[in-house]
């Protein structure tokens, strides 16, 4: 059974600082790999989606990068500003079952940028 | 990205009375959506899978009966909580899948007094 582990679960940075969020998966077998922000009381958007077969994924201060092999993807924010402020997820995607294959969600970090 | 919607955003309901959430996908057509539901502070729990034009697939412990899923359209599943407890209130998100990508919708806050 994959799980699917974020460290830190929380983290408070001062604005403009650069940061690094880690996330692990026991099962290296995925298709894929979704990053999402979740702010207090809403839904997940969707941040950046690394392919089983790239290596990193990039969109404006974003840099989501993708180790298959050892099971490890990271997320860093450049230039954080306090609208970064959120829950940040990753979730990855088992290869086969087609569309109807299941995100495994991570713990989340619940990140803070202070002015 | 894809625009996933639902509605209603909130809604507070009596004990024992049944409640319906859409979700649609605005400007693509899913084959496929998925219902979560969301504690406190808790990552997103996969309630169901809801494959248009045939049954959900309910995961362990969810029960069909009470959670009813209908993916009558290519852009639109319904999720309705039949005699809703208090213990149903939560928050409970959909999604749909575009080929490699999965979007979210915004949410419904489900209140049950």
């Known amino acids: 059974k994959q799980e699917v582990t974020q460290i830190p679960a929380a983290l408070s940075v001062p604005e403009g600082e650069n940061l690094v969020l880690n996330c692990s998966f026991t099962d290296s077998a995925i298709y894929n790999l979704q990053w999402f922000r979740q702010d207090p009381g809403k839904g997940l958007t969707s941040l950046l989606l690394i392919q089983s077969s790239q290596r990193e994924q990039t969109s404006g201060r974003l840099n989501a990068s993708l180790d298959k092999s050892s099971g490890r993807s990271t997320l860093y924010i450049a230039a954080s500003q306090p609208g970064d402020s959120a829950t940040y997820l990753c979730?990855?995607?088992?290869?086969?079952?087609?569309?109807?294959?299941?995100?495994?969600f991570g713990t989340g970090t619940r990140l803070q940028v202070t002015l | 990205g894809a625009v996933v919607s639902q509605h209603p955003s909130r809604v507070i309901c009596k004990s024992g009375t049944s409640v319906k959430i859409e979700c649609r996908s605005l400007?693509?057509?899913?084959?496929?959506m998925f219902w979560y539901r969301q504690f406190p502070k808790q990552s997103l729990m996969l309630m169901a899978t809801?494959?248009?034009?045939?049954?959900?697939?309910?995961e362990q412990g969810v029960e069909k009966d009470k959670f009813l899923i209908n993916h009558a359209s290519l852009t639109l599943s319904t999720l309705t909580v039949t005699s809703a407890h208090p213990e149903d209130s939560s928050f409970y998100i959909c999604?749909?899948?575009?080929?490699?990508?999965?979007?979210f919708g915004p949410g419904t806050r489900l209140t049950v007094l």
């Open positions: 999604s749909a899948r575009i080929v490699h990508e999965q979007f």
């Open positions: 400007d693509f057509q899913a084959t496929t």
């Open positions: 809801s494959n248009e034009g045939s049954k959900a697939t309910y």
């Open positions: 979730a990855v995607r088992p290869v086969g079952s087609g569309t109807a294959s299941k995100l495994t």
